[in-house]
């Protein structure tokens, strides 16, 4: 059972970079097969994809955050990385990791975490 | 973008009855859709991808179907644990997930 859980600050500051992990247990970022994905929901909201990534770092990022956005991968501590540059009050939400199945559907998510944007 | 919009925006109805959840594209997907279902508190969980396919330990109560522009999810006999809302996403990049559907209880 692949497992998923995500890490990093829960208060950012306007202007700052938010950032976080997702470490996977069960399961292998180097898997040929998957792809791994970041997805956010403001508080009350539907679901934002931010973006994903492949053990070999390629990327693929929502065009409406593609400016600020960067993820990366660690194979060696099988973890892959979200960070969003240039905060505002607009990015608060819950920031899941998932495992995204055939590049196409999220499979397995982590639990969520809230990042608040606030001074 | 593909847009996706659901209808309705909430669906209120009894445990037993039957629950019939609609999702269009804006442009053709084919059968490239998921449906996901989601719990206050929860992260959301993969129920039907590929349009019709049951995720895996999907309860039979679960079936999608549709092709094109136009998918249904549905319910067969709403379970007391399956009132949630309910997300479709498609996968065309950039991913993008309708607005949901929140099945309360009448």
């Known amino acids: 059972q692949v497992q998923l859980q995500e890490s990093g600050p829960g208060l950012v500051k306007p202007s700052e970079t938010l950032s976080l992990t997702c470490t996977v247990s069960?399961?292998?970022?180097?898997?040929?097969?998957?792809?791994w994905s970041w997805i956010r929901q403001a508080p009350g909201k539907g679901l934002e994809w931010i973006g994903y990534?492949?053990?070999?770092?390629?990327?693929n990022y929502n065009p409406s955050l593609k400016s600020r956005v960067i993820m990366s991968v660690d194979t060696s501590k099988n973890q892959f990385s979200l960070k969003l540059r240039s905060v505002t009050a607009a990015d608060t939400a819950v920031y899941y990791c998932?495992?995204?199945?055939?590049?196409?559907?999220?499979?397995?998510w982590g639990q969520g975490t809230l990042v608040t944007v606030s001074s | 973008e593909i847009v996706l919009t659901q209808s309705p925006a909430t669906l209120s109805l009894s445990p037993g009855e039957r629950a019939i959840l609609s999702c269009r594209a804006s442009?053709?997907?084919?059968?490239?859709l998921a449906w996901y279902q989601q719990k206050p508190g929860q992260a959301p969980r993969l129920l039907i991808y590929?349009?019709?396919n049951r995720a895996t330990g999907i309860p039979a109560r679960f079936s999608g179907s549709g092709s094109g522009t136009d998918f249904t999810l549905t319910i067969s006999s709403l379970d007391p644990e399956d009132f949630a809302v309910y997300y479709c996403?498609?996968?065309?990049?950039?991913?993008?997930f309708g607005p949901g559907t929140n099945v309360d209880i009448k």
């Open positions: 590929d349009a019709s």
């Open positions: 998932a495992r995204v199945l055939s590049s196409s559907w999220l499979d397995y």
């Open positions: 990534i492949y053990y070999t770092g390629d990327t």
């Open positions: 996403q498609q996968r065309s990049s950039p991913f993008t």
């Open positions: 069960g399961g292998s970022v180097s898997s040929g097969s998957d792809y």
């Open positions: 442009q053709n997907i084919r059968t490239y």
